[in-house]
């Protein structure tokens, strides 16, 4: 074997000053807290997988603002992480947690930098298990009521035959589908809308909303039938979310609930205006059987054709009696009769309208000539005359004029005027 040559050293300060040539150290950088907090809060925003989390752990700490913030502490063993949820998320959560209670918490993870605590800023909470929902839907459910958006009060009237009706469901689920056959098969005079939408899962009760307040934007729509198949209470959540049933409640239109399931109630089946267990069962609530019309209208024919008969009937019978009754020769007699009895009723009516003319021409002619009697014309044919100053007023004695005055005489045809020169006597003075 090659032998193995080795480096003896035996400078030693010369090795050191190489050393520390080598591995001098870094220049010294002072930051301050608010800098590192800075650096981790940007560290944490910028990460994609911290943007949406779902974290699950026991409430501990719960409060709640008097701006309606919500915070608590999510506790895991030793392990622990601050939650913030905001006014505008809290108002929309199912349900409010509370301490000791195991729940998933969806947000964002952050840093609260005036504490340099990260946190989670969450935008929902979800119970784990179902007696956490069934707790949920009874606190939703006793609040609403409290409202009155149950009150029977404010329950609107179904048409009695809808001419279009609005249908808030998905697309794809058997639901429209059922509602479909039996409508043909009941009613296929009605039109119908669909407005499609999730009714399961993230965004369903945003879409059901949503579409409820679209549909109330249109003046063609009757009735809505709201709803969708059964499913378990997980499924059906999204007709348990308050949004939805305010929804339903400032809907101007009619709405059926139809979400399938025959015995337990959503929120949504408790603010509708009619509750139907399936959505078939919607279209039997809110249309007729047009097998049930046509045979009702077959009993008004039928009906309205024995009344017109035996009507008939009664007056034929009621005029052969009075054919029998009488022989041909008598109702001729009583014929003439009646005509003899109208001749003599004119004749009446036209003496005595006579009469009254002539009296009334008599009674005129008497009241005109007391009326001429009385009147100044009568004394003026007779060569007396009316005077009267300039101003109309009539004279009937000297004192009401002087010398130089002016005066205007009216005779019986004609009037003219004349002017004081003298007074013929010593009554007037002045």
């Not at 899962?201 to 934007?217: K, P, T």
């Not at 949504?268 to 009702?296: G, K, M, N």
């Not at 004349?418 to 007037?428: A, G, K, N």
Request: aromatic residues 6%.
């Amino acid at each position: 074997m090659p032998s193995k040559k080795c480096a003896v050293i035996t400078d030693y300060g010369q090795l050191r000053t190489n050393m520390q040539l080598e591995f001098s150290i870094p220049t010294k950088i002072v930051r301050s807290v608010g800098d590192i907090t800075s650096l981790l809060k940007q560290l944490i925003d910028t990460q994609p997988e911290f943007q949406n989390v779902w974290v699950q752990g026991e409430v501990s700490n719960y409060s709640r603002s008097g701006a309606g913030h919500v915070y608590f502490t999510l506790k895991e063993g030793n392990h622990q992480i601050s939650v913030a949820i905001f006014r505008r998320d809290a108002t929309r959560l199912k349900f409010l947690p509370k301490d000791g209670e195991e729940v998933i918490v969806q947000g964002q993870l952050s840093l609260y930098s005036a504490r340099g605590q990260y946190q989670i800023v969450g935008r929902n909470v979800e119970p784990v298990g179902i007696g956490a929902l069934q707790r949920a839907y009874e606190e939703l459910k006793e609040r609403l009521s409290d409202e009155g958006l149950f009150d029977d009060i404010h329950k609107k009237p179904l048409p009695r035959y809808p001419r279009k009706i609005g249908i808030v469901t998905s697309k794809t689920g058997a639901a429209i589908q059922d509602i479909l056959q039996q409508l043909r098969k009941r009613y296929p005079l009605a039109e119908v809308l669909l407005h499609p939408t999730l009714v399961q899962g993230d965004g369903a009760a945003q879409g059901i909303a949503s579409a409820i307040q679209v549909l109330n934007q249109r003046e063609d729509i009757d009735v809505l039938i709201v709803g969708r198949g059964g499913g378990s209470i997980e499924d059906l959540w999204a007709f348990n979310e308050e949004r939805v049933a305010r929804a339903i409640f400032d809907s101007r239109i009619p709405i059926v609930s139809a979400v399938g399931h025959e015995t337990d109630f959503t929120i949504a089946d408790w603010v509708a205006d009619h509750r139907a267990p399936t959505p078939s069962a919607a279209v039997e609530h809110i249309v007729p059987d047009q097998d049930e019309l046509f045979a009702q209208l077959n009993g008004f024919e039928l009906w309205l054709r024995t009344t017109i008969q035996n009507r008939l009937d009664r007056d034929e019978t009621r005029l052969q009696e009075l054919e029998t009754r009488l022989a041909p020769t008598q109702r001729r007699d009583a014929i003439y009769q009646l005509y003899q009895t109208l001749d003599n009723l004119d004749a009446a009516c036209r003496n005595a309208v006579k009469r009254n003319l002539t009296d009334s021409e008599n009674r005129l002619h008497a009241l005109a000539q007391h009326l001429n009697a009385l009147s100044p014309l009568a004394t003026l044919e007779r060569g007396y005359s009316i005077a009267r100053k300039t101003d109309g007023e009539v004279l009937t004695a000297a004192e009401q004029v002087s010398v130089g005055d002016k005066i205007e005489v009216q005779l019986a045809r004609g009037h003219f005027a004349c002017r004081i020169e003298e007074f013929l006597d010593e009554v007037h003075r002045k």
